[in-house]
């Protein structure tokens, strides 16, 4: 059983940083992409960047692309998203979640919330201007 748990959320000035985590157990790197998602309340959830944990392929969305790094640490089982620059529009609760990437296959369909299989509990993060 795939359990996520993130970390690193919080409260920031425009322009500031912050890094979030994803514990990752009973993963398994080489088959698994990991992505971090975004949501408000009333919208849609938002993918906002992907890694391929088995060869470290990445993806981002247009709107964080140049700001934000996804990143992961294979000795600790983490994914990390280091976010900079920070807008108020980037205030949302972030998720990470798992979904099966065989080959880094699963990357096409990186946005797709439907086709991951595991979610964390979400982090607030909130950007003041």
């Known amino acids: 059983q795939v359990q996520l748990v993130e970390s690193g959320g919080g409260s920031v000035q425009a322009g500031g940083s912050l890094r979030l985590s994803c514990a990752a157990s009973?993963?398994?790197?080489?088959?698994?992409?990991l992505g971090w998602f975004r949501q408000v309340p009333g919208k849609e959830r938002e993918g906002v960047a992907v890694?391929?944990?088995?060869?470290?392929?990445?993806k981002y969305a247009d709107s964080v692309k140049g700001r934000f790094t996804i990143s992961q640490d294979n000795a600790e089982n983490t994914v990390y998203l280091q976010m900079n620059s920070l807008k108020p529009e980037d205030t949302a609760t972030y998720y990470c979640?798992?979904?099966?990437?065989?080959?880094?296959?699963?990357?096409?369909?990186?946005?797709?919330?439907?086709?991951?299989?595991?979610w964390g509990q979400g982090t607030q993060v909130t950007v003041s201007s």
């Open positions: 009973g993963y398994d790197r080489s088959q698994n992409c």
């Open positions: 979640a798992a979904k099966p990437c065989p080959y880094s296959l699963g990357l096409a369909t990186w946005r797709s919330v439907h086709t991951y299989n595991y």
């Open positions: 890694i391929w944990t088995g060869g470290g392929s990445t």
